[in-house]
């Protein structure tokens, strides 16, 4: 008899333990099947600068000097990351048609300080796995021969007019697509002025 009561109550105690392990356990095979793969990590790293014609970042200028705009990106991933034309089509990076931007304080619109991307009619081939790149465009007053004037794809056929005194910013989206087909757009926006 004694033996039996403990049967039982081993028995009990086995289904008490089941009947909590296994909504645990199916609550945890849901959690992990709804994982999402659309959360692909980017694999580059963005910034954006003004810098002078000595290669020093800053937000201030004069009225006529450079004024550089550089957006650095760094392939962290062992693969090649292309630089796009329309991401609808294909994976890589879109810079878009507001790259480099300027508006002033009461929201004018000045333009952007190239002329026109992918003027060569290819895309390039995009940033090398582990490496950086640097993308410029300088708004005028940089000689055609200076690494600094533009940096293809962007092209540049002639300098923009001065920007005259006062306030600005310069506000634009990069655009990433990867193999889960999901698009991320990042904002840039920083403000400078001109004195």
């Known amino acids: 008899m004694c033996i039996h009561i403990f049967q039982t109550k081993s028995f009990t105690n086995m289904k008490r333990k089941l009947a909590i392990m296994i909504p645990l356990l199916a609550l ?16 580059v790293k963005l910034s954006f600068n003004m810098i002078n014609s000595n290669g020093k970042q800053t937000n201030i200028f004069n009225i006529g000097e450079p004024i550089i705009f550089d957006l650095s990106i760094e392939n962290v991933s ?19 048609s507001d790259l480099f931007r ?35 465009c300088s708004w005028s007053g940089i000689d055609i ?10 092209c540049k056929v002639e300098d923009n ?13 990069i655009s990433y697509k990867g193999d889960n087909n999901k698009i991320t757009k990042i904002l840039f926006t920083t403000n400078f002025k001109i004195r």
Not at 110 to 130: D, H, M, R
Request: glycine letters at 8%.
């Open 145 to 154: 021969n200076n690494p600094f004037r533009c940096t293809y794809p962007l």
């Open 102 to 136: 300027v508006y002033d304080e009461k929201g004018n619109d000045y333009g952007v300080p190239w002329s026109g991307q992918f003027c060569l009619f290819t895309e390039p081939e995009g940033i090398n796995a582990k490496s950086k790149f640097h993308l410029y």
């Open 161 to 173: 007019k001065p920007l005259p005194s006062g306030n600005y910013h310069c506000s634009f989206e």
């Open 28 to 43: 945890i095979m849901v959690m992990v099947g709804c994982e999402q793969d659309d959360d692909e990590e980017i694999p």
């Open 78 to 96: 062992s693969n090649t990351v292309p630089f796009i034309y329309n991401i609808h089509k294909n994976n890589g990076i879109e810079i878009g």
